[in-house]
């Protein structure tokens, strides 16, 4: 085999593919050179010629009172690309609403479909966006934190940042409707429990007052009962005194030979009146008095002579007396004045 046609084919072969590589380079430079000159040098350009920064790392400066609200509509192209910067150096991403960086770039996309300063600009700040939509949300200012995240939408619609943005919202909002829920629900439970506690004093105190209510008309039945059953045998008593002294008055008149004399007859009697105090405070006892029967058969003249308490129920007991009617003593036949002692009892049962 002739090794000299070999090598001279192999020398045209590394002939023919160094020119094919060498334009290969030649076209990427090209490429490059064209991305530069028209993409990311005009975007430099922009940038710097206002701060000398770069759209993902904002400069610096002291927070100031946000500017209010501009009328984005009726801004030009350069204008908003102008503010934009601005809003970004004084790191306004997403706030205040209407004059914030992410709105400025938003409308030059849409005065300008596919504007890559704007573009590239989102893109980059979408992490910082993000992270403001986040505190939003940490803060519980859940309708500006929305508001934040339909803006970074509008931006990057597909990135997987909102899905974890929504579902954290989602979570506060459901947290704190939960935490709302259990004080409604404590305070209610408060307000019944007061409520239960003043009713069930009410009821208490009702209850406490007819119970006293009905311990004090028992022992004032009791009372009476126990006057009426001491006046029943005081009168019993009377009753069977009046015969022994009518027989008594008989033999001393069958002794005179028919003189006509006897002592007082007692004809109609009267129970004395319970004092109310002593009944209340449950206190018996007795009062012995002296009195005169007048030849009309009258009391009068009573007195105390011994009483036990002393001075409870002595008025009972002459008041009593004093209504008493005799028949009064005879002697020889003709009515004359007489003296009496009499014990009055004073028992409640």
């Not at 090598?7 to 020119?19: F, N």
Request: glycine content about 6%; hydrophobic content about 40%; proline content about 5%.
């Amino acid at each position: 085999m002739d090794t000299r046609n070999i090598r001279h084919a192999r020398r045209y072969a590394r002939g023919a593919i160094r020119p094919v590589a060498i334009a290969i380079v030649a076209v990427v430079a090209l490429f490059a050179a064209c991305a530069w000159f028209l993409i990311i040098k005009p975007h430099e350009d922009l940038v710097m010629s206002d701060s000398g920064g770069h759209p993902s790392t904002p400069v610096t400066a002291s927070k100031v009172v946000a500017p209010a609200p501009v009328n984005v509509g009726a801004m030009s192209l350069n204008e908003l690309l102008a503010e934009a910067r601005k809003a970004m150096n004084e790191q306004r991403m997403l706030t205040p609403a209407g004059n914030n960086a992410f709105e400025f770039y938003l409308k030059v996309l849409e005065k300008q479909p596919g504007n890559q300063v704007a573009v590239d600009a989102l893109r980059e700040t979408f992490p910082f966006g993000a992270n403001s939509a986040e505190q939003a949300i940490n803060q519980r200012d859940f309708g500006e934190a929305q508001r934040q995240i339909d803006l970074l939408a509008k931006a990057d619609p597909a990135n997987y940042t909102l899905t974890i943005l929504r579902s954290k919202l989602d979570a506060q909002r459901k947290l704190q409707d939960r935490e709302q829920q259990l004080a409604s629900d404590k305070e209610r439970q408060q307000q019944l429990a007061a409520q239960k506690a003043v009713t069930d004093k009410a009821e208490a105190d009702r209850v406490a007052a007819e119970q006293q209510k009905a311990a004090l008309a028992e022992q004032q039945r009791a009372a009476q009962a126990r006057a009426a059953q001491q006046a029943e045998a005081s009168r019993q008593q009377q009753q069977q005194a009046a015969p022994q002294t009518a027989s008594a008055g008989g033999s001393s008149a069958g002794e005179g030979g028919g003189s006509g004399t006897h002592g007082p007859v007692l004809i109609k009697g009267g129970q004395p009146r319970y004092p109310t105090a002593a009944m209340r405070s449950a206190q018996e006892g007795w009062v012995e008095v002296s009195f005169t029967i007048s030849p009309e058969g009258n009391v009068g003249n009573v007195k105390v002579l011994d009483a036990q308490p002393r001075h409870v129920f002595d008025r009972a007991a002459m008041d009593a007396v004093s209504r008493w009617k005799y028949e009064p003593a005879t002697q020889a036949g003709s009515p004359v004045a007489s003296e009496r002692q009499q014990r009055i009892e004073f028992k409640l049962n």
